[in-house]
């Protein structure tokens, strides 16, 4: 079985232009996370998907991050325009379940976005 | 709020000999914990849970970790490590599946 798979794995992209990360999660899976990490921080929380519909996005740091699930399978994060502190880590994650039944997460190698 | 703090970013470490990567967490709830590795160049891969039953919780690589309730922990450990053991190691907590991170321990081995 496919784990959770990321593209790209590096991008490194000039301040002001724009980006889009790609995550396909573990197929079934409804539920689906992104979360960053900056400059060797603690990992953090942008947002949580249930299917298609946004959960949780009291992470995302501000309006230049946009991110989709159409259809409730992949999802992409678009960064418009990218800023030199958005470099870091981006790293996806799935899992199933609902509620205090959703216990365990399934994470991609992460995409390693630098600004440039 | 939930809440996970290592407090040491980097561990250097003799092979074969022990060693202990310290968690301690802040939780309002019950939490499920986790121990998660990132070895160089690859991604998050999981090392070990708790989810409830027994406190002492082992991984395939001879990793343990203790969840202690009182002195809200979960620091991991592991008797001898291997060369191979040389990664980032990060402890989280789980609440309905939204992870929180520490900032993450560098264990270094050296030969």
């Known amino acids: 079985e496919a784990g959770v798979t990321q593209f790209p794995s590096h991008s490194v992209i000039e301040k002001g232009q724009t980006v889009t990360l790609r995550c396909d999660p573990i197929s079934g899976h409804d539920n689906l996370y992104w979360y960053r990490r900056v400059m060797g921080k603690e990992i953090k929380f942008l947002l949580h998907f249930v299917k298609e519909s946004k959960q949780d996005e009291s992470g995302m740091p501000n309006n230049r991050f946009l991110a989709e699930r159409t259809g409730g399978t992949y999802s992409t994060l678009k960064v418009q325009p990218a800023e030199l502190e958005d470099s870091g880590v981006y790293f996806c994650?799935?899992?199933?379940?609902?509620?205090?039944?959703?216990?365990?997460?399934?994470f991609g190698q992460g995409t390693r976005l630098t600004v440039v | 709020a939930q809440s996970v703090t290592q407090l040491d970013s980097q561990v250097p470490v003799f092979e074969e000999a022990p060693v202990e990567l310290r968690c301690n967490y802040s939780?309002?709830?019950?939490?499920?914990l986790f121990w998660y590795v990132q070895y160089p160049n690859q991604g998050l891969q999981l090392l070990l849970k708790?989810?409830?039953?027994?406190?002492l919780v082992e991984s395939i690589n001879g990793f343990e970790a203790e969840f202690n309730k009182s002195q809200t922990s979960f620091h991991l450990r592991k008797p001898s490590v291997h060369i191979s053991d040389t990664a980032e190691y990060f402890c989280a907590v789980s609440d309905q599946g939204k992870f929180y991170f520490g900032s993450g321990t560098k264990l270094n081995v050296k030969p």
């Open positions: 994650a799935s899992s199933q379940g609902q509620g205090w039944g959703n216990t365990e997460a399934f």
């Open positions: 939780s309002s709830v019950s939490v499920y």
């Open positions: 708790y989810l409830s039953g027994s406190t």
